[in-house]
């Protein structure tokens, strides 16, 4: 029960603190039942059930819930629609896109090799890029950085950025953005993904 009631408090957001406060208990012996120091009465149970907003019994389940974990295999990835005529456009995957509520809005990214608009742009929150294969150039207004193959770099996403791929073939790169809001409207659609990240 521990981990699966410490998954469920994550996901609903909720500090440890927090949680021990609306189902009326102390949260020190909150935190000895996350650690399975302790294993609470039905009565409890089903006070932080309530407030997880789950039936009694997935606080018990042995089995991990599908939502609780999503495997994304590789030809499932949800592509994202390219206006016509823009061959030079990036072109994205989305990955994981029915997951609701997630603080992450992952994707893969295929930089043009020569953008139509080399404009720079830029959107709240953070943005990771890992180089999966190829070569990006990623560009700031006062430096680009040259990223090969297991290059990274992470980055607050306010700052105007701009990639292209170097090279002959297009780069893969997953690109995992950070912001609450945006996330959340970045697991519904694809689309908004493309017109906040270069």
Do not use: W
Not at 41 to 68: C, H, N, Q, Y
Not at 82 to 92: D, I, K, R
């Amino acid at each position: 029960m521990s981990t699966r009631l410490r998954l469920l408090r994550k996901q609903n957001r909720l500090s440890l603190e927090a949680l021990a406060q609306q189902a009326g208990v102390t949260k020190s012996y909150l935190s000895k039942v996350e650690r399975g120091l302790s294993v609470p009465s039905i009565s409890t149970a089903m006070k932080l059930a309530r407030v997880l907003g789950v039936d009694v019994g997935r606080l018990f389940a042995e089995e991990v819930e599908p939502e609780l974990i999503t495997v994304v295999r590789a030809g499932e990835r949800t592509p994202v629609a390219v206006a016509p005529g823009t061959t030079g456009a990036t072109h994205y995957e989305g990955i994981a896109t029915g997951v609701s509520g997630k603080a992450m809005a992952p994707f893969m990214m295929r930089p043009p090799l020569a953008a139509d608009d080399m404009s720079f742009k830029s959107h709240a929150g953070e943005e990771f890029l890992f180089v999966h294969e190829g070569e990006v150039e990623l560009v700031f207004p006062e430096r680009s950085v040259l990223l090969g193959p297991g290059d990274s770099v992470y980055f607050k996403a306010e700052v105007p950025h701009r990639s292209r791929s170097v090279g002959e073939q297009r780069a893969a790169v997953l690109v995992v953005i950070h912001d609450e809001p945006c996330a959340a409207t970045c697991a519904a659609t694809g689309g908004e993904i493309s017109s906040t990240t270069s």
